[in-house]
């Protein structure tokens, strides 16, 4: 088991530029949860997903931001335009089961490190 | 609403001393309670949980009783090492509601030799 991929690994862009960053899931999880960490805020969850439909995304900062999850597997998280302060490490999780299982660990993948100059 | 409150780091060990990083929750039913640990330049992974009161967790040497009296999971280690250098998270996830998994704001340790 490969574990969660997220890439790229660094992304560096300008101010207002588009920026996708990508997730790949553990085989046979069924939800999906992104998450950004910064040194002032630690860590913020921005949306989950359950089987593909976005069950909350009342963490995403602003209709910048915008996730799809457009099979069971793979996930995208796009920000357009990119602002400095989304500099940040994003991360992906995913967890097993149906549902969100209360007891369940999220697995989560080594992060995307963003900066926006 | 429910939260994790973590112990502010960063702390600064000597190898093979004791550990403590304190975590306190505030909940409205019964969740289950987790460590996670991040390396540097990785994602978050589960050290251990506990999933009802009196339970306690355990991995790698790391311990942590689920308190239901004192609303407390603290994490514990008998003697730490080098490698165990890490930020460290205490989380909770309750059992009702869709966003329900809480982060504190994680403590990070620096075991010097």
């Known amino acids: 088991d490969a574990g969660v991929i997220q890439s790229p690994r660094h992304e560096v862009t300008e101010m207002g530029q588009e920026v996708t960053l990508r997730c790949k899931l553990i085989?046979?999880?069924?939800?999906l949860f992104w998450y950004r960490q910064t040194m002032m805020r630690g860590l913020e969850l921005l949306i989950y997903?359950?089987?593909?439909?976005?069950?909350?995304d009342s963490g995403m900062p602003e209709d910048r931001f915008s996730a799809k999850m457009p099979n069971a597997s793979f996930s995208t998280l796009k920000i357009q335009p990119s602002e400095p302060r989304d500099s940040a490490v994003y991360f992906c999780?995913?967890?097993?089961?149906?549902?969100?299982?209360?007891?369940?660990?999220?697995?989560f993948g080594n992060g995307t490190r963003l900066t926006v100059t | 609403g429910d939260s994790v409150t973590q112990m502010e780091g960063p702390v600064t060990l000597s190898e093979e001393a004791f550990l403590t990083i304190n975590c306190t929750y505030t909940a409205t039913g019964y969740p289950s309670l987790f460590w996670y640990v991040q390396y540097p330049g990785e994602g978050l992974q589960l050290l251990l949980k506990a999933t009802k009161a009196d339970d306690k967790g355990s991995n790698k040497g790391f311990e942590a009783t689920y308190r239901k009296e004192t609303t407390s999971f603290h994490l514990e280690k008998g003697s730490v090492q080098v490698s165990d250098s890490a930020v460290y998270f205490c989380a909770l996830s309750d059992r009702g509601g869709a966003n329900n998994l809480f982060f504190g704001t994680g403590t990070r340790l620096t075991v010097i030799p």
């Open positions: 999780a995913s967890s097993p089961g149906q549902g969100r299982s209360y007891n369940s660990p999220l697995h």
């Open positions: 997903f359950n089987n593909n439909v976005p069950i909350d």
């Open positions: 085989s046979g999880h069924n939800s």
